[in-house]
């Protein structure tokens, strides 16, 4: 099993460019997360969802949209980049039982993005 | 969720366990306590959870007080690649709708050659 994966794995953007990153999991779990991680921040919640075709907003949700067409995968957009957006993006995804969401999440790799 | 206290950093030499402790003295009686490390530029990793027994996997062992008040994350024999931060947390399970993780400060073990 890969696990969670995400693509790409670096980008470098100008500001109001468009980009979407990619999150594809094949643990079958219902959940799945996007955080971005700063330095010196810890993880912030941007958007997650609790199964295919629907979606919720998390802590830091603004300038994102996500879509989740298919169970095994979540795509985070950005519409137009801003510097502030410069950041370390990680997927996550867990399991359910009974609608009880689980703590244990299984992150990807990250995508280091750039905006300059 | 209850409040965690962990050392800033720790130092281990390679090939002996390491003992990582973890203070949760207002934990509540439905929390869990879990355990993540993230390596330095990688993504944070799942290493175990309990809720009252002591746990083992191939990973790890969590050893928790009766009390619940504090636990102990043991690797029995560390390696370089376990350099990371490592995080405790504790954490209630919940119906309907998600949270995101929240990491503390964390402890910085450097396991040392």
């Known amino acids: 099993n890969a696990g969670v994966t995400q693509t790409p794995k670096f980008r470098v953007l100008k500001t109001g460019q468009s980009m979407t990153l990619l999150c594809a999991q094949d643990m079958n779990h219902e959940y799945m997360y996007w955080y971005r991680q700063d330095p010196g921040m810890g993880l912030r919640l941007i958007h997650y969802?609790?199964?295919?075709?629907?979606?919720a907003k998390g802590e830091v949700p603004d300038g994102y949209n996500v879509s989740r067409l298919k169970k095994q995968n979540f795509l985070l957009g950005l519409e137009s980049a801003a510097p502030s957006q410069t950041s370390v993006y990680f997927c996550?995804?867990?399991?359910?039982?009974?609608?009880?969401?689980?703590?244990?999440?299984?992150f990807g790799p990250g995508t280091r993005l750039l905006v300059l | 969720d209850a409040k965690t206290t962990q050392p800033t950093s720790m130092d281990c030499a390679e090939g002996r366990a390491a003992n990582l402790p973890c203070n949760h003295s207002?934990?509540?009686?439905?929390?869990?306590v879990y355990w993540y490390r993230q390596i330095h530029s990688q993504g944070p990793q799942y290493i175990i959870h309990g809720l009252k027994n002591n746990e083992t996997n191939e990973m790890a062992s969590l050893i928790i007080t009766e009390d619940r008040k504090s636990s102990t994350l043991i690797l029995p024999h560390a390696t370089l690649r376990d350099t990371a931060v490592y995080y405790c947390?504790?954490?209630?399970?919940?119906?309907?709708?998600?949270?995101?993780?929240?990491f503390g400060k964390g402890t910085h073990l450097i396991i040392q050659p």
């Open positions: 947390i504790v954490l209630a399970y919940s119906g309907g709708g998600a949270d995101g993780l929240t």
């Open positions: 207002t934990i509540s009686g439905n929390e869990y």
């Open positions: 996550a995804s867990s399991y359910t039982s009974g609608g009880i969401q689980f703590w244990t999440q299984y």
């Open positions: 969802s609790v199964g295919e075709g629907t979606t």
